[in-house]
T-cell receptor, first 112, second 113 residues
C-alpha cells in the first residue's frame, strides 16, 4: 500500500535560519505530491504541489520543495524561517482517483 | 477565507445525542471529503463524494452517516458516538482533474462525553 513518511515529529529552528522538512513516499508510479500547512485551530492550506516537469517547485510564503525520484523524497525547504511559519506541515501523495495519503505531520517550532 | 466553511466550529455531545456537522464550499468544486484528525495520528480519510455520489467509504463505523445533497454541501450525521470519536473533523473539496488539490475548511472540534 502507498504510504508517506515524515520522519521528524517536531523540529525547532531559530528565526532566520534555514529549514528542511523531510518527506518520503512509497508509490509505484510518478505520484502527485503536495505539502500542506496547518496553523492551530485551522484547516490545511496548500503550500505547493508537484505533478510533473521541473523537479524543483516553488510555493507560497517562500517555500520550495524538490522531487527526487531516486530517493522517493519530496523535501520542503525555506531559506529563512519567520516566527509566523510555526505550524504543522503535512506531506501528501495522491494514490489515485480521489484518495490522498497524508503523512503524520511535522510540528515546526520557531525560536527567537 | 478558504472558500470552504464548516459549522459548528466546536461541538460537545453526549454518547446518546444525535448531531450533524455541515460543510459548504463556494469554489464550484465537484468533489467533497470528510477527514478525521486525531492527536498524534495521520489525517484519516472518511468519505469522498464526487458529483454527489459516494466514491469512498474508508471502513467508517455506521454511527457516522454522510449526506451530500448537492455538490456544494456535505453533512456528517452523528449518533451514539464514543469518546474515542472526539477529534477535529475536516471537510475539503477539490475539482476533478486538478490532481486532487484539496481546499480545506477550518474544521469542527468534536468532544464526545
Amino acid at each position: 500500500a502507498q504510504s508517506v513518511t515524515q520522519p521528524d515529529i517536531h523540529i525547532t529552528v531559530s528565526e532566520g535560519a534555514s529549514l528542511e522538512l523531510r518527506c518520503n513516499y512509497s508509490y509505484g508510479a510518478t505520484p502527485y505530491l503536495f505539502w500542506y500547512v496547518q496553523s492551530p485551530g485551522q484547516g490545511l492550506q496548500l503550500l505547493l504541489k508537484y505533478f510533473s516537469g521541473d523537479t524543483l517547485v516553488q510555493g507560497i510564503k517562500g517555500f520550495e520543495a524538490e522531487f527526487k525520484r531516486s530517493q522517493s523524497s519530496f523535501n520542503l525547504r525555506k531559506p529563512s524561517v519567520h516566527w509566523s511559519d510555526a505550524a504543522e506541515y503535512f506531506c501528501a501523495v495522491v494514490e489515485g482517483g480521489f484518495k490522498t495519503i497524508f503523512g503524520a505531520g511535522t510540528r515546526l517550532f520557531v525560536k527567537a | 477565507e478558504t472558500g470552504v466553511t464548516q459549522t459548528p466550529r466546536h461541538l460537545v455531545m453526549g454518547m446518546t445525542n444525535k448531531k450533524s456537522l455541515k460543510c459548504e464550499q463556494h469554489l464550484g468544486h465537484n468533489a467533497m471529503y470528510w477527514y478525521k484528525q486525531s492527536a498524534k495520528k495521520p489525517l484519516e480519510l472518511m468519505f469522498v463524494y464526487n458529483f454527489k455520489e459516494q466514491t469512498e467509504n474508508n471502513s467508517v463505523p455506521s454511527r457516522f452517516s454522510p449526506e451530500c445533497p448537492n455538490s456544494s454541501h456535505l453533512f456528517l450525521h452523528l449518533h451514539t458516538l464514543q469518546p474515542e470519536d472526539s477529534a477535529l473533523y475536516l471537510c475539503a473539496s477539490s475539482q476533478p482533474g486538478s490532481g486532487n488539490e484539496q481546499f480545506f475548511g477550518p474544521g469542527t472540534r468534536l468532544t464526545v462525553l
